[in-house]
């Protein structure tokens, strides 16, 4: 009997998988929005500052001068040898809210002319979660992460199946094979690693067909996802690997720039999973190995 | 990082907490985008405006409700800020599209990102848009003639022709489950 579900229920019960992590570019526009947001919220600040610290300014040459009529004047009496009145001092809000502003504007002086403090000696700057390639290889710490990458990948239970499969092999080298299969027929066979060479840290990949492997550097690793760039070939310039924490990996191929692609560029595209606007993308499930 | 110190680091403007907060919730804030709007790079451009806005306004949030549901609110205001600068959802479009899904052999229950993605696109504007409101976000149709300025008998007509089309295109490729 054929189950009868509301096209209603049938969206909102799969609406989750549309879930995806943007482009690694959607946050960098995103920061530098947020840096021009402080900049401008901090010189619409300084505007009305500036005419607090004026009129600072102007009170304390009046009160100098005020002081100095008054020292004159004190001669004058003194001179005169009429006794000088006891003053009588009474706390005042307004001084304590003048002496605030005073004690603020040496603070906002300060920190224009300082913007980054530097800290005690011996404190280090904490690393962001974007690491350069520089960073890591000088650690030696790729294969710690990547890690999240280890193990069998799969996507379709019907007539086609998409596998990946990724190990470590030895210290410094991650192997992987991705796999179109049809039954027991492979439609599509490639070979993949991601090792240290010299200063670089390189994600290999080729086919049975091709004559030479290509090579991509990884240009940024995030929190479970990484960025390899090649600009020099025609397609894809960019592989971003991602791994959403719980259950599903996703590649995504594309170039930073739209282009007309080739038949053989289209082609490549569609021996993925999914073509979505000159840009594949496989989204794989884990497969659960023998221990878990 | 607790979600209580990501959001006092928001609120501190420390980009550390920012990024934790993006890179936690990203994903699901852009599946959002890409119900409402077609096109990846439009998604894209909306996710930036909904995160520079909770960001902006983060210290408006009383901790009193759910946090994820407040952002997605906010996320949601967004795409259909940018979906009323280019329509008009008084206006109704006939639909012409040619749907291919991509996966016709799953089962009749599941749906695949792409094929939720293809069905969404081939309905006109205004039906994907009034379809997400009251389908996903649950919104009843009274509230939705408020958010789109339209009247409520639009709302209902404009949810009636999307589900009868959708129906149309799964029948059509392979999904006679639906109902």
Redesign the interface.
Known sequence: MKHHKDIFDLFRDNQHKLNERPSPEAWRRLERRLDNHRVRHRSAFQQPFGMVAAIVVLAVLVSILAFMLDRSSSRLLAVNGQPIPVENLIQSDVDVEALKVVEFTKQYQEEIAYPIREGSQGRKLIPTATKTKAQLSAKGDLLLQLDWLNGTWQEGNGAKKSVEQWKRVGKNKLEGKGLLLQGEQVLFEENLSIQSVGKDIILKTYTNTDKKATVYNLSQLGYQWVLFENLEVDFPQQIIIQFDGKETLSTLYQNPQLLNMSRYQLEYMQQRNQLVRQRALRQLKKVPSKGE | MTEKELIDGCRR?D??A???L??KY???L??IC??YVK??EDA?DV??DG??KI??NIKQYKGSGSFEGWMKRIVVNEALMFLRRRHNFNLTVEINDQLDL??A??I???????D??ALLSTLPTGYRTV?NLY??EGFKHREIAEILDISINTSKSQLILA?KR??EL?KKSRY????
Not at chain 2, 108 to 114: K, N, T
Not at chain 2, 176 to 179: F, H, S
């Open positions: 403007e980009r550390m920012q990024q934790l993006y890179e990203s994903p699901v852009f599946g890409r119900r096109h990846h894209e996710l930036i995160f520079f960001f902006s991509h996966s052999a799953k009749e229950d599941e749906l695949a990102a792409q939720i993605l379809f389908v996903v589900k959708l129906q799964l006679p489950g639906v109902g």
